[in-house]
């Protein structure tokens, strides 16, 4: 069976008791081309080809003055997602892989042959990030509607939702950011953030939207303006959203139900009530758990426990909820060290839609847009310490746009590679791949997957 969303075996047990201790067009418009132009190429080649020839929205407007263009506008954007995509992090390394790219390749997405970082940048200084979700929201729907698109056994999709930091910095004014005190040093910084929309039931976990956030800003807030966006692009793929407690919100939860989807969201001290409640009622169960998993990896043991408490109608304030759940994990390390945590959540689900061990996955898997996603983002693609165009709050957001689209990229081409046992291969792997399929063609056939 394949696991995504960790790699950790079992190990010893537990006890038994819940108690808790309290306290458009391609790459480039300019270089459309004709789906026979590409009879030459092996069907998988020319899948990666054809993700990677990303369809541009039409709203994706060129800045630069009319003369001196020496290169297409939408092959310069297409240039820095593939670069992102192969784990190149500045647009110096970026304009490198445009040399590496082979001609037949080149061609075919509209790269240009011969650039300079200080081009690319230029240009992402200027670039309004109009039309840039609508292309990424193309990019994803064209892979999601593939029935072959790898998806895990849910009975329904799952949409995950968090917050991550894009950029902060206490080196200068970021032109049309807030800048907000450090409480430690005393200093003023600027900081960008987003709140993501994911979907974590395919295997690649792509993103699908993001709402940006300022210092001042909230994520609770960004959820009410994101969530009905992704619902009216994507609600068929998905019946269940997951968040953090920092979502957690009798307003948040009204508009999810009211879209007609479930929720399952984290609860902590921002809800008091309701968070004591479910440490009460299910502690006073004294019943084994409903679902258990045990794993091993990196010479640590996890065990993962739920327990559940089905609630009554009007039994809480909070709108639609049908069960409180408690999540133990414990981890045994080989050096002896122990750890535990306990998570509560509320959701509307009940156990007549997911069972008590996809209920226990559930949980898991909205972690894994930490692990998965975030992770990703900042380790491989560079996303949290290598900001490559930062005077504007314009520049930091067409930059995670097309680093977005950059992770999607790359992540749908992970999902499709053969598997290394039971996990797939790692992301630095997949980077080679993904660079050497582009760079060389037809010669990175025999290690992918066939259709």
């Not at 190990?11 to 030459?40: D, F, L, V, W, Y």
Request: charged share 25%; net charge positive; aromatic share 6%.
């Amino acid at each position: 069976m394949l696991d995504t969303e960790g790699a950790d075996r079992g190990g010893g047990m537990g006890p038994a008791s819940p108690i808790p201790p309290m306290p458009r067009p391609a790459m480039g418009a300019e270089a459309g081309q004709e789906e026979s132009s590409m009879s030459g190429l092996g069907g998988q080649q020319r899948r990666v080809l054809q993700q990677a020839r990303l369809p541009w929205d039409k709203a994706v407007k060129d800045p630069r003055d009319a003369r001196g263009r020496r290169h297409g506008h939408l092959g310069l954007l297409g240039l820095v997602v593939a670069a992102f995509a192969v784990g190149k992090k500045g647009l110096k390394q970026a304009a490198q892989l445009a040399r590496d790219v082979g001609a037949r390749t080149r061609k075919r997405l509209g790269l240009p042959q011969a650039v300079v970082g200080s081009t690319l940048w230029r240009l992402l200084e200027k670039q309004p990030a109009e039309g840039l979700r609508q292309t990424m929201r193309a990019q994803v729907q064209q892979v999601l509607k593939d029935p072959r698109t790898p998806r895990l056994p849910f009975p329904m999709g799952v949409l995950s939702l968090d917050g991550k930091s894009l950029w902060t910095t206490h080196q200068g004014e970021v032109e049309g950011l807030q800048a907000v005190a450090n409480d430690e040093a005393g200093r003023e910084l600027w900081r960008l953030g987003a709140l993501r929309a994911v979907l974590t039931s395919v295997v690649a976990a792509p993103c699908l939207d993001m709402e940006f956030i300022s210092a001042k800003e909230g994520e609770s807030p960004a959820f009410r303006q994101l969530f009905p966006r992704v619902v009216q692009a994507y609600g068929e793929h998905f019946g269940v959203v997951t968040g953090d407690a920092g979502l957690t919100a009798a307003p948040n939860a009204a508009l999810v139900r009211q879209w007609g989807k479930h929720y399952c969201f984290g609860l902590k001290a921002n809800q008091p009530t309701l968070h004591e409640y479910a440490v009460r009622v299910i502690a006073a169960k004294q019943c084994p758990a409903r679902a258990r998993t045990q794993q091993r990896a990196h010479g640590k043991t996890v065990v993962r426990e739920l327990w559940t408490h089905a609630l009554k109608q009007d039994e809480v304030d909070f709108p639609g909820a049908r069960m409180l759940l408690l999540v133990r994990q414990q981890h045994w390390d080989d050096d002896g060290t122990f750890e535990e945590e306990y998570r509560y959540f509320v959701t509307s689900l009940d156990t007549t839609l997911f069972n008590f061990k996809q209920l226990l996955r559930l949980v898991r898997v909205h972690w894994g847009i930490e692990n998965r996603h975030h992770w990703t983002l900042d380790v491989v693609l560079g996303e949290d310490e290598h900001q490559p165009c930062r005077p504007t709050r314009t520049a930091l957001e067409v930059v995670a746009w097309l680093r977005a689209m950059a992770f999607n990229l790359l992540s749908f081409f992970r999902a499709r590679l053969p598997l290394e046992g039971r996990h797939l291969v790692e992301w630095a792997r997949a980077c080679e791949l993904l660079r050497d399929s582009l760079v060389h063609g037809r010669r990175q056939e025999l290690l992918l997957t066939a259709a």
